[in-house]
């Protein structure tokens, strides 16, 4: 069994960080109906979600992923690169840890989830705005412990090392070349985005599935070419957030 925590939209969402996107204004009402059809989504896929509460102080406390890393022993809490978004993570915490022992990134070092690329025992770690060396010393410090090795990849002009790539099979990731050296996965298979879809590197597979935006056809045509069965989901509003598909959840196995 599959456990997703995920957290309601904050009222707050227009205030957001943002840091490619130009601010538009995001439609709280429209953001909070596209994430339950999210959340409908994962369940329908397998998932117990666990719903937190909205953070109405917290403007990004929907986009769960980068408050922790979620491996099969242990759960990280993050120290998010973002100042606004530390506060999110003691509450991811608490959730998290009836579930794994917890470990923790320490300050200065900071680390966004949404960095954090886990194919098998291997961590690809973007270098970001966001997460830098300090932090991603201290990650391979916890899970080099654990057998997983890490590998530091550069990123460029996007948030996070998983909106320019992301695992849609066993083996296989879905890739934007204009934003990650794609070498830097050797040994993986790859499938290229359509260019005409900058944010389409963004998706989440869950067991045989893969969630990805509705608003992204052409993408979506590579994979269903691929005979990959494509769960489409109408995330627009917060990807005016900078938001994408792994964002909104934290999903593991359960080990209850
Ligand atoms: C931020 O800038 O932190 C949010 N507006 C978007 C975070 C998206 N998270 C993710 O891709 N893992």
Known sequence: MLVAITRAVSPAIGRCELTHLARSPIDYGTADT????????????GCRVIRLPAEPD????????????????IAI?????????????????????????????????TIDGGDVLRVDRTLFVGR????????????????GALGYTVRPVEV????????????VAPNTL?????????????????????????????????GGAVVYPAALPRTRARLEQRGLRVVPVDVSELAKAEGGVTCCSLIFPSRA
């Open 77 to 109: 809490v993050t120290l998010p690169g973002a100042a606004s978004r530390r506060p999110e993570a003691p509450s991811i915490a608490a959730a998290l840890a009836p579930h794994r022992p917890l470990a923790h990134i320490e300050p200065p070092a």
């Open 174 to 206: 879905l890739v934007d070349p204009d934003r990650v050296d794609t070498d830097a996965f050797g040994g993986l298979e790859r499938i290229a985005i359509d260019r005409a879809e900058p944010q389409g590197a963004n998706a989440l597979r869950i």
């Open 128 to 143: 970001s705005s966001r997460t830098a060396s300090a932090g991603i010393g201290q990650l391979e410090r916890i899970a």
């Open 58 to 73: 917290l403007p990004d406390s929907v986009f769960v992923e980068d408050a922790a890393v979620v491996l099969d022993e």
């Open 156 to 167: 460029r002009d996007c948030l996070h090392l998983k909106s320019a790539a992301t695992v």
């Open 34 to 45: 596209q994430h339950r059809e999210y959340e409908r989504c994962l369940a329908t896929l």
